[in-house]
């Protein structure tokens, strides 16, 4: 059965950054494309292996619209799901039981997640944040500032 002595040794050897956070929970630190850091606490009870990383914050607006989008992309996950907390945070999960849980398990689960959540990202703030966005381009843009990491939203401001 896969323990997390085994996730961590894992992790090392592909250059993860990682730390304990306490006795059945490490962080794991990727670096995706869109999210530039996805942290990912990875849990391992007498009973699942769970993964777990934050995506977004609450919609600042139409939260119905971003909420209605997790749920048509959980059925194109496997093992993994969105959800939100009571706050109304996004983040996104996924569990095997241990006695299944092996370490190509794992790392498909891992990568599972870093993709999901590097493909989500700009969709969730195009349609939860847009109007913040498009506040920061404005200022940025007034006053001669450099707008290159919105540069993933550019479309959003074209005629």
Do not use: C
């Not at 992790?11 to 850091?37: I, M, P």
């Not at 989500?120 to 939860?128: D, T, V």
Request: proline fraction near 2%.
């Amino acid at each position: 059965m896969l323990s997390l002595a085994d996730v961590a040794h894992f992790l090392t050897t592909q250059d993860v950054v990682w730390d304990e956070a306490n006795s059945t929970t490490l962080v794991a630190e990727l670096h995706g494309t869109n999210k530039h850091t996805i942290n990912v606490a990875i849990s391992i009870s007498q009973r699942t292996l769970r993964i777990e990383s934050f995506v977004a914050r609450k919609p600042d607006e139409n939260g119905e619209n971003v909420y209605r989008w997790l749920l048509e992309q959980n059925s194109k996950l496997v093992s993994l799901g969105y959800f939100v907390d009571q706050f109304g945070d996004i983040y996104i999960a996924g569990n095997l039981p241990k006695e299944l849980a092996t370490i190509e398990h794992f790392d498909q689960l891992l990568g599972g997640v870093m993709a999901a959540v590097d493909a989500s990202f700009n969709p969730i703030l195009e349609l939860g944040f847009k109007s913040a966005i498009e506040r920061e381009w404005s200022w940025r843009t007034s006053n001669g500032m450099s707008t290159e990491n919105l540069e993933a939203f550019k479309h959003l401001f074209q005629s």
